[in-house]
Every structure is written in C-alpha cells, then in structure tokens.
C-alpha cells in the first residue's frame, strides 16, 4: 500500500488522474478526502511500482510507500494534531497538557481509594491503575484481575474520573473494554501485533508504550497496526529505554517528544515513574517531559509506598503529587500548552 498525498489546491481532474493511474498498475484507489487535502491510498503490492511515476503527477504534493513506513500515524497524511476524546469534557492532544495518575497496581478497594482521592483532589481526572500486571518475573504479584477492573471502576465513578488500565492479552479484550475508558498496551506488548490489531478492533482509545529497545519507526509502526484498523484513537507513551546506565531504571528519552511532534499527529504521553524507578527523581523529569511539550504525563501514586506490591519505590507520596501539580501549572504556562485540571468538588 502507499498513500498519494495531493496539493492543498489539486482538482478533480487531478484525483482522477492519480486514480486512474493506480489502476493501470493493479492498485486500488482509495480515497481519503481529508479536511485541507485528499490523500488516495493505493491498495496492493507496489513493489513494481516506481513512487515518482506518481510523484511526477500533476496535484500530486507526495508519496509515502506503506512498505517501509507508517502512514495513517504520519503528519503528512494528517496535518492538525489529534484530540483524543476520553468523555466528560476530557481530552488528550493538542494544544494542552494532562496528568494521568495512580498506582502501578490496583491492590486493594482501600489502597486505591486512598491514591485515587489524593490526585482527584490535585484536579486530575484520569484514573491509572494495573489489574492485570505484565510482571518480569512468574513469581511475582500478577495483579487483581477482573476484581481490580471492577475496583477501578467503581472508585473512577465515584470520583467522576475515567480510567486507564493495562491489557496483556488478547483474551481479555471484551472483559477489560467493559470496564476501561483507555486501553494500555505496556512496553512488553508494544509489538504483541495480535494484540494490537483486537485493540484496534475494540473502538476504545488506545495507548501504547513506547518497547524497552524500540525505534521510533518500530513505534509508530505500532500505533500504525491499531490506526489501521480503524481506530483513530492512539496516544503513544514514551517511558524510558535501556540503555547501558545503571544508575536509572530506563533512561527517559525526552528527545523523541519534539521529534514524535514533527513526525506524527498523535498525541504523546510521558511517564517519568517507570524511567527513573525512585520517587525522589521523578517530579523533576515530570517537569522536564511537560516542558518539552508532551501532551502530559502519567505517574504512579501511593499513599504508603513501602508496602506496595509493585513498583514502590517510584511512587509518589501524596504530598509529591501535590507539589508536582503546584509546579507543572507553571511549566505548563510557561510553554504555552495550559495544564487541564478539574477542581474537586465532593
Ligand atoms: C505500567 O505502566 O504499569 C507498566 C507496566 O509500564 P511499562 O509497560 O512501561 O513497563
Ligand atoms: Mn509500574
């Protein structure tokens, strides 16, 4: 597949050329009429196919060849960035800024209450929250299940909040969209694509993090795998990569949030928690991903993080997350893309 790309000012005649073309070469022209441009994906294997033969076409502004690159992902297919209506007047894109937070894993209904209020008093509104935990090792707490879905929705509505929640398996696709606003596909599943394609077919916004060792094609490619299947709603999450330091958990790559911007229209999420893997150096990463102009980021909450069953040490205490709020209205101001908070009102 490729997509022809037309001029903001290509005619009928055009289209039609381009179309016509295609045929001669057993492509199927499908048209995509955008709202500043039309953009035809040639359906086929284009192999045999020289991309300048329809290049040199008149109103034609470019072509991607889907062989080698993402394209439903990519700017040049659409240009203005991509709002992602979670409901309830919340949205995730754009010209602003979110925090989406709590615990790595849904523990118990006390456990989660007790973080869910703390950051719903901070004015967030997204619930995070692991039920089915994608854990390194077997022996591990491997997380609630469907009774930590049924607990995050239950504490989500009582606090007119939405939630995120991971899903490790393609099996429980119905059962985690009956009770999640957004589907998580964490970094270990990033190209799980069976599982990417059912949560492409899902119709629930998605979000999915960035692979331990990733590229940012490999990446895109991804969200490319969900967007093809006609799910428009992806937001890519940046969480840190391996590299040969020690001294963090993963080594954040906030430069890929300047070069997702240019290269894609969806949205970007960064989560500092599982990056820099301790509390004390989180806020301060949290502070550098808004300022580098993500759409906002996720991080993990506990209100007694020494007895967490997952990822306590990079939990934020509750008067943390206070400051971290205090401090990312001012960055958030400062570049221009305003931090969306909803004052609590009990
Ligand atoms: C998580 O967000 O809880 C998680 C497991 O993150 P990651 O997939 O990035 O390791
Ligand atoms: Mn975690």
């Not at 119905?174 to 990417?196: P, W």
């Amino acid at each position: 597949m490729m997509m022809v790309i037309m001029k903001r000012d290509a005619t009928r005649e055009h289209i039609e050329r381009v179309k016509k073309e295609a045929r001669v070469f057993d492509l199927e022209p499908l048209e995509m009429p955008g709202e500043e441009r039309v953009i035809i994906a040639l359906k086929g294997d284009e192999r045999e196919v020289t991309t300048g033969r329809f290049k040199s076409l008149e109103g034609v502004a470019s072509v991607v060849p889907i062989l080698k690159k993402y394209k439903m992902a990519s700017r040049d297919t659409k240009w203005a960035d991509s709002v992602i209506d979670i409901g309830k007047g919340i949205t995730i894109g754009g010209k602003k800024q979110v925090i989406i937070a709590g615990p790595c894993a849904v523990e118990n209904e006390k456990q989660l209450r007790d973080a869910a209020e703390v950051v719903r008093k901070q004015g967030i509104r997204i619930l995070r929250g692991g039920a089915y935990k994608p854990r390194t090792s077997p022996y591990a707490f491997q997380g609630m299940g469907l009774d930590g879905l049924r607990l995050l929705r239950k504490v989500a509505d009582d606090l007119d909040m939405k939630v995120i929640t991971e899903i490790t398996d393609i099996r429980k696709v119905v059962e985690v969209c009956q009770y999640a606003d957004i589907l998580q596909i964490g970094a270990r599943n990033m190209q799980n694509y069976a599982l990417l394609t059912e949560v492409g077919r899902a119709g629930k916004p998605v979000m999915i993090k960035r692979g331990l060792s990733a590229t940012l094609e490999e990446f895109l490619l991804s969200a490319e795998y969900i967007l093809s299947e006609g799910n428009t709603n992806v937001i890519l999450c940046e969480r840190g990569i391996r590299a040969f330091e020690q001294e963090v958990r993963f080594s954040l790559n906030l430069g890929v949030v300047p070069i997702l911007k240019d290269l894609t229209h969806l949205p970007i999420i960064v989560d500092p928690s599982h990056a820099m893997g301790r509390r004390e150096f989180v806020i301060d990463m949290a502070l550098a991903a808004l300022a580098s102009g993500s759409h906002g980021i996720m991080v993990e909450v506990h209100c007694n993080p020494e007895e967490a069953l997952c990822d306590g040490p990079q939990a934020l205490t509750p008067p943390m997350v206070k400051d971290l709020v205090k401090r990312a209205k001012k960055i958030s101001s400062a570049i221009d893309m305003p931090l969306v908070l909803f004052p609590y009102k009990p």
